[in-house]
């Protein structure tokens, strides 16, 4: 069932977001050559609890850390861990957080240091892909308008869309209903209306959309290989166009 939040509800949406966006604002001032990706989760959960958040991944199916991050190839779902980064990589930090019983979610991928320029194009057109399903999330279109617009977009610049992931409702818990592909059919899939709050979240690949995941459990990839890139915004559609709960202030 999809929820239609409330205008108290949206409130502590925003909060929560809020959060989200501001440890997302400091991680990404962090991110260099020679840093470890476990050196930014433990920053990153220690700033979620001075705001009075709670991660919201950790503990999540057994999840044990606050951020996901995932290089290279690793699509979603990385764990934190000692490696270095090194320059011409790229990182997406993916981070959810709880307050008050409301959840947020935001992601992003960041280059460390200078990347490629076909690392660049795939970033560029990954965030892109994310703003066009955001202009196609207002009250009245249906869901796979945004699916839709997302699949376009990326597909158009050659790149393929990840179909076993998607993006998700989000509220009182960190993952409801209605799931939200980043392909579709447009003019078909439930109608959007007011209230409604999801989180949109293109997955591209610079080759094949097959992934796999590896002997962690969690750790998805790429399957051949290749580059990989991740965004998200959660946001709740309202009468007058998307409201964006995870941009910066």
């Given at each position: 069932?999809?929820?239609?939040?409330s205008?108290?509800?949206?409130?502590?949406l925003?909060?929560?977001n809020?959060?989200?966006a501001?440890v997302?604002?400091?991680?990404?001032k962090?991110?260099?050559?020679?840093?470890?990706?476990?050196?930014?989760d433990e920053m990153?959960?220690?700033?979620?609890l001075?705001?009075?958040g709670?991660p919201?991944?950790?503990?999540?199916k057994?999840?044990?850390?606050?951020?996901?991050?995932?290089?290279?190839e690793q699509?979603?779902?990385?764990?934190?861990?000692?490696?270095?980064?090194?320059e011409?990589d790229?990182?997406?930090?993916?981070?959810?957080?709880k307050?008050?019983?409301?959840?947020?979610?935001?992601?992003?991928?960041?280059?460390v240091?200078?990347?490629?320029?076909?690392?660049q194009r795939?970033?560029r057109?990954?965030e892109?892909?994310?703003?066009?399903?955001?202009?196609r999330?207002k009250?009245?279109n249906r869901?796979?308008?945004?699916?839709?617009?997302?699949?376009?977009?990326?597909e158009?610049?050659?790149?393929?869309?990840?179909?076993?992931?998607?993006?998700?409702?989000?509220?009182?818990s960190l993952?409801?209903?209605p799931?939200?592909?980043?392909?579709?059919?447009?003019?078909?899939?439930?109608?959007?209306?007011?209230?409604?709050?999801?989180?949109l979240?293109p997955?591209?690949?610079?080759?094949?959309?097959?992934v796999?995941?590896?002997d962690d459990a969690?750790?998805v990839?790429?399957?051949?290989g290749k580059?990989?890139?991740?965004?998200?915004?959660s946001?709740?559609?309202s009468?007058?166009?998307?409201?964006?709960?995870?941009?910066?202030?």
């Amino acid at each position: 069932m999809i929820v239609l939040r409330s205008p108290d509800e949206i409130k502590k949406l925003r909060a929560s977001n809020r959060i989200v966006a501001s440890v997302m604002g400091e991680i990404k001032k962090a991110i260099h050559p020679g840093t470890t990706t476990l050196e930014l989760d433990e920053m990153a959960e220690k700033l979620v609890l001075d705001m009075g958040g709670t991660p919201a991944f950790k503990g999540y199916k057994g999840f044990k850390h606050t951020l996901c991050t995932s290089v290279n190839e690793q699509v979603v779902h990385g764990i934190p861990n000692k490696r270095k980064l090194q320059e011409g990589d790229i990182l997406s930090i993916d981070i959810g957080v709880k307050l008050d019983g409301y959840f947020g979610d935001h992601a992003v991928t960041v280059p460390v240091g200078k990347v490629s320029e076909d690392a660049q194009r795939l970033l560029r057109f990954c965030e892109e892909a994310l703003w066009k399903g955001i202009e196609r999330a207002k009250a009245g279109n249906r869901l796979f308008d945004v699916s839709n617009a997302i699949q376009v977009h990326a597909e158009a610049a050659g790149f393929s869309v990840v179909k076993v992931y998607v993006g998700h409702g989000i509220g009182t818990s960190l993952h409801e209903e209605p799931q939200v592909p980043n392909f579709g059919e447009p003019g078909t899939g439930p109608e959007l209306k007011p209230g409604m709050v999801m989180a949109l979240e293109p997955m591209l690949n610079v080759g094949v959309a097959d992934v796999k995941v590896l002997d962690d459990a969690w750790t998805v990839v790429t399957a051949d290989g290749k580059l990989s890139a991740h965004f998200e915004h959660s946001l709740v559609i309202s009468e007058n166009g998307p409201e964006i709960l995870s941009l910066a202030a």
